[in-house]
């Protein structure tokens, strides 16, 4: 099993400032993900953090929005840059271990 | 890309009642995972499916991958208020990477 930490749990945070979220997980994962959920919607895959190489970042999200660190098998953060009201949203890390998928407990970030 | 595609987006139904949400990708599937998410929490792992045909199943519910890999159900037999939440399914070349369903949003009437 795994067990996600992520911190904030919540902030509402001013626009144009960035905020940097942070996930921490009890086992050493070859890779994590980082998740967006927008209000009522699904789940958006943001970016694959590898740990040793620059992230993966799927189609819509860029690094100069969302910096991604992984600077070890543990822990990773996602940085939200130059926030609108827009990226008003849950967002939330996941690791693999074996064949059991864990999410974290999302940090609810409002940006007004 | 790929999609994922769900149905139904709500179903309210009384306790006792059965539920069906099925889940259609538009291309073929490694895996299937589905997951729950309760109001205001995060998505919880229920199980992941990797076999043609495959079916599962966890105390009430039951799980199906299709023959052709591009399509899933989770069937929950005699609701109860726990039951409750967002039913999501997911499907990508692993289970870390994956393209979510927009979710079905199951309540239940005691």
């Known amino acids: 099993s795994a067990v996600i930490s992520q911190k904030p749990s919540r902030d509402i945070c001013q626009r144009g400032t960035s905020l940097t979220i942070q996930c921490q997980v009890d086992?050493?994962?070859?890779?994590m993900f980082w998740y967006r959920q927008q209000p009522g919607q699904s789940l958006t895959l943001i970016a694959t953090a590898n740990q040793g190489s620059e992230a993966t970042y799927e189609s819509g999200f860029v690094i100069d929005k969302f910096p991604i660190s992984r600077p070890n098998l543990t822990f990773s953060t996602l940085t939200v840059s130059n926030m609108s009201p827009e990226d008003s949203s849950i967002y939330l890390c996941s690791v693999q271990v074996t064949n059991t998928i864990y999410f974290g407990e999302g940090s609810w970030l409002t940006v007004v | 890309g790929q999609q994922v595609m769900q149905i139904p987006q709500y179903q309210h139904v009384q306790e006792g009642e059965d539920f069906t949400t099925y889940c259609n990708s538009s291309?073929?599937?490694?895996?299937i995972q589905w997951y729950k998410q309760r109001p205001g929490g995060h998505p919880v792992f229920l199980i992941q499916l990797v076999k043609s045909g495959e079916v599962k199943k966890q105390k009430r519910l039951t799980f199906q991958f299709g023959e052709a890999k591009k399509n899933s159900s989770l069937h929950i037999t005699a609701t109860q208020t726990t039951d409750v939440g967002t039913y999501f399914c997911?499907?990508?070349?692993?289970?870390?990477?994956?393209?979510f369903g927009d979710g079905t949003t199951l309540t239940v009437k005691p």
């Open positions: 086992s050493q994962v070859t890779m």
């Open positions: 291309t073929t599937l490694s895996n």
């Open positions: 997911a499907g990508g070349p692993n289970a870390g990477k994956s393209t």
